[in-house]
């Protein structure tokens, strides 16, 4: 499942508080500036307006952004006077959440009688060369498939596309944990709450 955030349509600039209420107090200039360097290098896409979202700015835009769309923009912003660029990252596209799973792997480490490690699943992971581009948006989970079975499931949660490309081209892979073959699974719900071990609800 992906949950959706900002839209394409719309350019993130992670910065320092402070940096972005600086920005944004002269954010009429900055669209008019912004737009001048559109049309300067001949790209049809216009600045709408600007706002803050949490710490960052947020450039709306009245399409879906281009790479060259973004690097124009990161450009301007660069340069930015009213800003210390120490303190500001590059602009990016919005991202979106998307949920899968992985099954097919004990609960138990094979060599001890202890839970799973989701330390070494997530170095298995970062090795795998199907997880190449994968970035995490928060820690692996894992719960037991039942009370009495020996299996597990592991929840990831990663960064992906609007379209849930990349959630996309690892549904159904396979790869090996230990001796076991894993398999990632799509998944419509998201494991936000922990099992209780005694009742497992």
Known sequence: MTTKRLSHKQVIVPMSIDNAKNFVKDSSIHIVNINRSFKNIKLDIMADFIHIDNKDIVISTNKVVSSLDLQSIKKYVKNAHCIEAEHTESPRLSQSNSYLNIIGILYLAEQSNSHI?????????????????????????????????????????????????????????????????????????????????????
């Open 117 to 201: 490690s989701l330390d070494d699943i997530e170095k298995i992971l970062k090795s795998n060369h199907i997880f190449n581009n994968i970035v995490l948006a928060s820690k692996l989970r894992v719960i037991k498939v039942s009370p009495k079975s020996d299996m597990a499931i592991v929840w990831i949660n990663i960064w992906d596309t609007q379209s849930g490309t990349k959630a996309k081209s690892l549904i159904n892979r396979r790869f090996n944990i230990e001796s076991f073959i894993a398999i990632i699974c799509d998944t419509n719900m998201n494991s936000r709450v922990p099992q209780y071990k005694n009742c497992w609800k």
